[in-house]
């Protein structure tokens, strides 16, 4: 959907007692990491030594740009974890930008037709989220306590998506409960959104991008060249750094020798 190229639905679940969830100093490049949770805490510790703690409501926004390197491990209430994250490419002119890290504690919400809108990224409702991006995108988490019913406009050059986090709703009348992706080609100006019961909804968008980049592990590129060279850096030690502060152990690439990549 535009620049937006993978999304993670984590959750809604509950770990066994234990250390619940730990995902080791792992690296990216090409890409801005977009994490928002819904319940739980996550701790952030990367290769540019931040440290910070996610909680429900709020957005990391990790620009990886050249490389960086990041850990992440569930905290807080024991067992809980319910989050979205996603991957966003980077524009050619900023692939190779220095790498950087912000948290955004808070962003616009504006009420309407019995749903909590929260503007995560770009504009809707005459707010603007202040998350950094490089391409038109838009990103909206609309949360219904009871039933609700309303009309939201849309930028016709975007095409859009929405995913359902919790509960059944409806999207333009179609039914969509959670594991459901609908999508929508650019042309639309409106989407009606509808619930008669608590739900959640997750809406995305943004302007075609001309062709698919490349996606192996955690790497978003053009080329396989890139990507294999990532590997090697990341498995030799050179170029991500050390992320300070975690004691997991690093995430080693898969082997990329031999791969056929190519885009979609």
Same mark, same amino acid.
């Given at each position: 959907?535009?620049?937006?190229?993978?999304?993670?639905?984590?959750?809604?679940?509950?770990?066994?007692?234990?250390?619940?969830?730990?995902?080791?100093?792992?690296?990216?490049? &090409?890409?801005?990491?977009?994490?928002?949770?819904?319940?739980?805490?996550?701790?952030?510790?990367?290769?540019?030594?931040? !440290?910070?703690? *996610? !909680?429900?409501?709020?957005?990391?926004?990790?620009?990886?740009?050249?490389?960086?390197?990041?850990?992440?491990?569930?905290?807080?209430?024991? &067992?809980?974890?319910?989050?979205?994250?996603? %991957? *966003?490419?980077?524009?050619?002119?900023?692939?190779?930008?220095?790498?950087?890290?912000?948290?955004?504690?808070?962003?616009?919400?504006?009420?309407? &037709?019995?749903?909590?809108?929260?503007?995560?990224?770009?504009?809707?409702?005459?707010?603007?989220? +202040?998350?950094?991006?490089?391409?038109?995108?838009?990103?909206?988490?609309?949360?219904?306590?009871?039933?609700?019913?309303?009309?939201? +406009?849309?930028?016709?050059?975007?095409?859009?998506?929405?995913?359902?986090?919790?509960?059944?709703?409806?999207?333009?009348?179609?039914? *969509?409960? +959670? #594991? @459901?992706?609908?999508?929508?080609?650019?042309?639309?100006?409106?989407?009606?959104?509808?619930?008669?019961?608590?739900?959640?909804?997750?809406? $995305?968008?943004?302007? =075609?991008? =001309?062709?698919?980049?490349? $996606?192996?592990?955690?790497?978003?590129?053009? @080329?396989?060249?890139?990507?294999?060279?990532?590997?090697?850096? %990341?498995?030799?030690?050179?170029?991500?750094?050390?992320? +300070?502060?975690? @004691?997991?152990? !690093? *995430?080693?690439?898969?082997?990329?020798? #031999?791969?056929?990549? !190519?885009?979609?």
């Amino acid at each position: 959907m535009g620049a937006w190229c993978f999304l993670d639905h984590a959750g809604p679940l509950r770990f066994p007692p234990g250390p619940g969830m730990r995902v080791g100093p792992h690296p990216h490049i &090409g890409l801005q990491t977009f994490t928002w949770v819904i319940e739980g805490e996550v701790l952030h510790h990367d290769s540019l030594g931040h !440290r910070q703690v *996610i !909680r429900p409501g709020q957005v990391n926004l990790m620009t990886a740009g050249r490389g960086i390197a990041h850990s992440e491990e569930s905290i807080g209430e024991a &067992g809980a974890m319910h989050a979205a994250q996603l %991957w *966003i490419a980077l524009p050619d002119d900023e692939r190779e930008r220095p790498p950087a890290f912000t948290h955004y504690p808070d962003l616009p919400v504006v009420s309407q &037709g019995g749903f909590r809108v929260t503007v995560l990224a770009g504009e809707a409702l005459g707010c603007r989220s +202040p998350t950094a991006l490089y391409s038109p995108l838009v990103g909206l988490d609309l949360t219904a306590g009871q039933a609700g019913r309303t009309r939201l +406009p849309l930028q016709a050059a975007f095409e859009h998506a929405v995913l359902c986090l919790n509960g059944h709703a409806r999207v333009d009348g179609q039914a *969509i409960e +959670p #594991g @459901t992706l609908l999508v929508a080609d650019p042309g639309h100006d409106a989407v009606e959104l509808a619930c008669d019961a608590a739900a959640q909804l997750l809406l $995305i968008g943004g302007v =075609p991008w =001309p062709r698919p980049p490349l $996606i192996w592990w955690n790497f978003v590129a053009r @080329t396989a060249g890139e990507i294999a060279q990532a590997a090697a850096d %990341w498995n030799a030690g050179r170029r991500f750094g050390d992320v +300070p502060g975690t @004691t997991l152990a !690093r *995430i080693a690439a898969p082997d990329a020798a #031999g791969l056929r990549l !190519r885009s979609g």
